[in-house]
């Protein structure tokens, strides 16, 4: 069970008003992981991306989201409606004592309500703005609309992905597109607290989803269109083994590799093989050194490919991830949520946490922190706030707002 | 000019193909200084991927703005090298299976030694410690070890081929956790070692999936592109752009050449098409058949297999001929097939979306006219879709739709991401460089645009390229005893 207690992170001076949605919560929470006093903002009532499954125990309901839950441990949690004048200046009172505000509003938004950039810097100079939107603040679609499908699609990730008898596919699990820009947002919010030690000055960031996604393009792709105008297609085999391999409870991923490391990264396969009586004398006398994956013929092929299926159809995924290790062979099983709960290597780093949830009456099992490191590791050490469960710490106890005039903005729906 | 962000910090790279080159670049874009130690006998794969270390496209995309030192590092001088850099240096990062950086004397307890503030961080797959901590292997790898292989795709087929997708995911830490490093050393002036593990990175990025299973014990699957939240949530089918590849032939070599790719069909024996003169006098007959060949091959194809023959040919912009326009020595080939994808959330959305369909009949079916219908109804919705897209471009689908606030976008290739993509230009994804043996080509750049200290693409070093200056300049090595390290084969 982790202490509840925050203790000293690495980024313990900073303080992060975080008003995003889906689109930006990873931010908050990868800073928040390393020490930093995250501030979630909510509209009254809480934020859309609380009604984002899946769900405790299957319930629907903003205080049971699991996705919630996953990117918003560590953070307190506030609700304000930053639309009304009362609100406004709740929020420029928190913009005095912070380093970054980060928000993932439509392009401009933050302008229109009298928040931009260029009004926060007066009231703190050395406050930075990272605003997470679709496809920037400007240009020709700034204004357009984004999902996690068309994300994927206008970064370019995807053309390659899936078979060529089929639409491309996105990679799965929902609003994952979304997770890259929330890491590119923490690193430009790093990098702006960075330039605000060395000189004193704040900045605004503007964080591009679509350039985000962009960014994880393969150089296959653009380097490839670039200097041969070759376009990388779906279900085109980079090389002619197969490298998805049927075992008996799943699939692994093994490659055969041709060149100058053939050798190496292959024999180990057929040692294994050899132990588990499956070689045949093609194998056991195949010269790795001189291989050429381009030159591989279809007997070749099939020679190869056929022992391997042998090989790894007598077991599970789990033997085969032990096995590998073993045998020093590069296979590794398509896991699924159950074998990542009982990998034998996370639970030797202690990766994993126990976050208690008291109003659920349980603790929770969380991934652990991203980093293993000697000088105020990051933690996970508070469950995700409850909708507005800090608005008393922070407007009565830091803002030194009255219990009066706190109620009388609960009225009016501004907290 | 404005001092760079990160200026003033020096980095020394160990890393090699995309995490660490990745991470690191995104500092050096932002102006740190970053020499990559390299070895003509250890190359990045990338490097070994070209005909030659400095002909490798994919190099030059990961690794702007660095410097590049060759050194070979089983040689202890070498080591004493990289020591007395590393004690000019801020941050080492390296990215071997665990514990070779121990075992070629650069270990974090020797490397603090000659540096005690030093920050370093090691990137490694299932991170340093644990059974198994020293297990090689790569992103496409992991991407199925930390489980997203198993959730993409189809749920009645087998998962597809993701690529590393997980050496993109890793970066976002390294970089996050090294500033914070900085930050705490400039208040501590304290160093340290971090070991990040590229699996538990990536367990970063499938959380509600992994808690779903502690909580429900369900198991995650395959959805393809669907969302539980909105219907149509897919990626439709699209008019087929036609493609072209540009072939020229002067020499009867070459029209040799050229007729043996194409199997030696009996018109190519024809006395008509047997001298230049007579290719020439029989041209639109000549052209027709070249296209009755190409018509079935992808340009990427039909350009492979001259370029191996000796045959000049150009792979030309998908779509900039109309059918029937296409000037002399132009062909067409396989058409591409062209996608949009589309999200359709609300019912405002939904009223939108058919009107832009022109409120087709089917539109009414009362079985379509709530989400909880349209997801009953999906595959039959999808297909209706795609019958209505397949008569439009990509793109004009894309515009119709966003034109009336409906979430949609082109499935881009590099050619759009490099050549068509508006957005993409107006924000210089892909800023042009200048690269001494590759010529011009472009590189990405940094996802974020900061106000006041923008980020600087610069090209990727050549091979050893920096092996003077850092030598000489920031170790201040003489003639000699850089002589001396090559006789002794510690620089190569």
């Known amino acids: 069970m982790v202490s509840k207690e925050k203790t000293e992170g690495m980024l313990s001076p900073y303080r992060v008003l975080d008003l995003t949605d889906e689109k930006g919560l990873l931010c908050g929470k990868i800073l928040g992981d390393l020490g930093a006093d995250v501030i979630k903002i909510e509209r009254p009532g809480g934020d859309c991306a609380r009604n984002i499954g899946p769900f405790y125990h299957d319930e629907p309901d903003p205080e049971k989201s699991l996705f919630w839950f996953s990117f918003n441990a560590n953070k307190r949690g506030i609700t304000l409606n930053i639309e009304s004048i009362d609100g406004q200046e709740i929020f420029k009172k928190l913009v005095e004592r912070a380093d970054v505000v980060v928000e993932s509003l439509p392009p401009g938004y933050m302008n229109k309500i009298d928040l931009g950039y260029s009004v926060l810097e007066k009231i703190n100079p050395g406050v930075s703005l990272v605003s997470i939107t679709p496809f920037g603040q400007t240009g020709p679609y700034s204004d357009y609309k984004i999902s996690d499908v068309v994300a994927w699609a206008l970064g370019g990730y995807m053309y390659s992905v899936g078979d060529s008898d089929r639409s491309p596919v996105r990679v799965g699990l929902y609003c994952q597109s979304y997770l890259h820009a929330g890491g590119q947002a923490a690193q430009g919010a790093m990098m702006a607290l960075y330039h605000r030690e060395m000189t004193g000055e704040g900045q605004s960031i503007d964080v591009s989803i679509q350039d985000s996604l962009t960014r994880c393009t393969p150089e296959r792709i653009t380097a490839n269109w670039d200097f041969n105008k070759r376009v990388a297609r779906r279900g085109e085999r980079i090389l002619s083994i197969r490298r998805i391999w049927p075992c008996k409870d799943g699939y692994v991923y093994a490659i055969y590799w041709g060149g100058r490391n053939a050798r190496r990264w292959n024999s180990p396969l057929v040692r294994w093989m050899e132990s588990e009586g499956v070689a045949t004398d093609f194998m056991e006398n195949f010269d790795w050194d001189s291989f050429n994956m381009m030159d591989a013929t279809q007997e070749i092929i099939d020679s190869i490919e056929e022992p391997t299926l042998k090989l790894f159809g007598k077991f599970t995924m789990a033997e085969l991830l032990e096995g590998a290790l073993k045998h020093n062979a590069q296979v590794y099983p398509f896991a699924t949520t159950a074998d990542i709960a009982s990998n034998p290597q996370l639970a030797s780093r202690y990766f994993w946490v126990e976050v208690e949830h008291p109003e659920l009456g349980t603790s929770i099992t969380y991934p652990g922190p991203f980093a293993k490191n000697t000088e105020l590791p990051p933690r996970i050490f508070r469950r995700a706030p409850l909708i507005g469960e800090h608005n008393e710490e922070i407007y009565e106890k830091e803002l030194g707002i009255s219990k009066e005039k706190i109620l009388r903005l609960k009225q009016a729906e501004v907290i | ?492």
């Open chain 2, 1 to 492: 000019m404005a001092k760079k962000l990160l200026e003033g910090i020096r980095i020394v790279d160990f890393t090699r193909v995309i995490v660490g080159p990745l991470s690191i670049k995104a500092l050096s874009d932002y102006g740190a200084e970053v020499i990559k130690i390299e070895s003509r006998k250890a190359l990045d794969q990338f490097r070994s991927s070209g005909p030659e270390p400095d002909l490798s496209p994919q190099f030059t995309q990961w690794n702007t703005g660095k410097l590049s030192i060759t050194l070979d590092l089983t040689n202890p001088k070498s080591v004493d090298v990289v020591k007395r850099l590393v004690a000019k240096s801020d941050i080492v990062i390296e990215s071997f299976a665990g514990g070779v950086i121990e075992k070629l004397g650069l270990g974090y307890e020797e490397l603090k030694k000659v540096k005690p503030d030093i920050i370093m961080l090691s990137s490694c797959m299932q991170g340093q410690t644990g059974p198994y901590a020293r297990h090689p292997g790569w992103g496409f790898q992991l991407s199925a070890l930390s489980g997203f292989c198993h959730i993409t795709g189809w749920p009645d087929r087998q998962p597809p081929e993701l690529g590393v997708y997980t050496d993109f995911i890793a970066p976002h830490f390294n970089v996050t956790i090294i500033l914070a490093a900085l930050l705490y050393r400039r208040r501590t002036g304290k160093g340290q070692f971090i070991d990040m593990a590229q699996f538990e990175n990536g367990l970063q990025f499938t959380a509600p999936l992994i808690l779903d299973y502690m909580v429900n014990h369900r198991g995650a699957s395959r959805m393809g592109n669907r969302s539980n939240y909105a219907a149509p949530h897919g990626v439709y089918r699209c008019r087929d752009e036609y493609t072209w590849c540009g072939i020229s032939m002067s020499t009867d070599k070459e029209w040799e050449s050229f007729c043996k790719v194409l199997g030696n069909p009996a018109w190519t024996k024809e006395p008509k098409f047997s001298t230049p003169a007579s290719r020439k006098e029989n041209e639109d007959e000549l052209d027709n058949l070249i296209e009755k060949w190409t018509i079935s091959y992808t340009p990427e194809r039909v350009t492979m297999m001259f370029q191996q023959a000796g045959v000049v040919i150009d792979r030309l912009p998908t779509g900039i001929y109309q059918l029937g326009k296409n000037p002399r020595g132009t062909y067409r080939c396989q058409s591409e097939d062209r996608w949009c994808a589309i999200s359709v959330f609300t019912d405002e959305e939904w009223e939108s979306f058919c009107k832009v369909m022109g409120n087709p009949a089917w539109t009414k079916d009362p079985k379509f006219s709530t989400l909880l219908g349209r997801k009953e109804n999906e595959d039959e919705l999808d297909r209706l879709v795609e019958e209505w897209t397949i008569n439009y471009t990509a793109e004009d689908v894309m515009t119709m739709m966003q034109e009336a606030g409906v979430a949609a976008g082109v499935v881009e290739t590099g050619e759009d991401q490099l050549e068509h993509d508006p957005q993409t230009k107006h924000r210089n994804m892909f800023p042009e460089l200048e690269h001494p043996t590759l010529g011009k080509h472009h590189a990405p750049a940094s996802p974020f645009i900061m106000s006041k200290t923008p980020c600087e693409i610069r090209r990727s070093p050549l091979l050893g390229e920096h092996n003077e200056y850092v030598l000489k300049e920031l170790l201040g090595m003489s003639d000699e005893e850089v002589a001396g390290l090559v006789i002794e084969g510690a620089l190569e």
